[in-house]
């Protein structure tokens, strides 16, 4: 059974990652930064689905093939990994989705957009005006990216969807099944 886990959590963050690489065709430029709402709504879905140190690998693969392929920048990495890393704790000690996606926006807008500062000033050798310059575009970012997977998850637990593919992860039945 853990193997069968394993494969499942594999797949699923596989999905996942293809999902955010493919939705940074659809980003905001912003000063060297390719903001992408799309990585944002699958951080959480991450959190939700597979828990915070997946997550993080989710974000750290999404950003690495965004960057081979020229759809992100190197800020995608301070960017998405922090937002991952925050709602997916927040979702494993809180189970609440508004917290979750509360956690993904600060995450990634305020800590992600000040770790994103010396990215673009080092590594990407930018001339930009202050440290605060990525915190309002990575934060408009990341709540439209929230409000859209707080709209899918909840229309997903309505309709018991969620707790299916929830419980196909641990290989248990879940409430919903007879």
């Not at 993904?104 to 305020?110: I, K, P, S, V």
């Not at 994103?116 to 930018?126: E, F, R, T």
């Not at 990525?134 to 409000?147: E, H, K, L, Q, R």
Request: glycine residues 12%; aromatic residues 8%; charged residues 10%.
């Amino acid at each position: 059974m853990k193997r069968n886990n394993t494969v499942y959590k594999l797949s699923l963050a596989g999905l996942l990652t293809a999902l955010a690489v493919a939705g940074s065709f659809i980003s905001i430029p912003v000063g060297g930064s390719k903001c992408a709402p799309v990585q944002h709504m699958v951080n959480i879905f991450g959190a939700v689905l597979l828990g915070p140190v997946w997550n993080v690998g989710i974000s750290f693969a999404a950003s690495l093939l965004r960057n081979l392929l020229g759809l992100g920048s190197l800020m995608a990495f301070p960017g998405s990994m922090i937002g991952a890393l925050c709602c997916g704790l927040i979702y494993r000690f809180f189970r609440s989705l508004p917290l979750t996606c509360t956690a993904e926006a600060l995450g990634t807008g305020l800590l992600g957009g000040l770790a994103a500062y010396p990215v673009a000033k080092l590594l990407m050798n930018l001339d930009v005006t202050g440290t605060f310059v990525y915190v309002i575009p990575f934060f408009i970012s990341t709540a439209v990216g929230s409000v859209l997977a707080f709209v899918l998850l909840a229309m997903l637990q309505k309709g018991g969807v969620l707790a299916h593919i929830t419980a196909a992860g641990t290989g248990k039945p879940d409430a919903t099944s007879k």
